[in-house]
């Protein structure tokens, strides 16, 4: 089992910034991919970015490339979201999720393929 807990969300202006942080519990998080996605008021759970369990490749939602960046620390048992000129459209629940060995080889972007989630933490941009 994995339990995740999400913080760093909050209300910020169109073209800050947040750092989200995501701690894990158990001894394996190192062995897990893990991913953050987002669901807006109305609309479906969405991809944001992951990070490989090995290898350190990383994936993002066009939507947010070049502004987003996602990290972990397998000594902290923390996978981090740098998110940068955030825009109003960023506005979401935002939730970290884990992926077993077991669920490799899957589209990276598949909700339905990762095992365990966090409760989500909100994060508002205004205009």
């Known amino acids: 089992q994995v339990q995740l807990v999400e913080s760093g969300g909050g209300l910020v202006q169109a073209g800050g910034s947040l750092r989200l942080s995501c701690a894990a519990s158990?001894?394996?998080?190192?062995?897990?991919?893990m991913g953050w996605f987002r669901q807006a008021p109305g609309k479906e759970r969405e991809f944001v970015a992951a990070h490989s369990w090995s290898g350190g490749s990383t994936y993002y939602a066009d939507s947010v490339k070049g502004r987003f960046t996602i990290s972990r620390d397998n000594a902290k048992n923390t996978v981090y979201l740098q998110t940068n000129s955030l825009k109003p459209e960023d506005t979401a629940v935002y939730y970290c999720?884990?992926?077993?060995?077991?669920?490799?080889?899957?589209?990276?972007?598949?909700?339905?393929?990762?095992?365990?989630w966090g409760q989500g933490t909100q994060v508002t941009v205004s205009s």
């Open positions: 158990g001894r394996t998080f190192s062995t897990y991919t």
């Open positions: 999720a884990a992926r077993g060995i077991l669920n490799q080889g899957h589209p990276m972007g598949a909700p339905q393929f990762y095992d365990y």
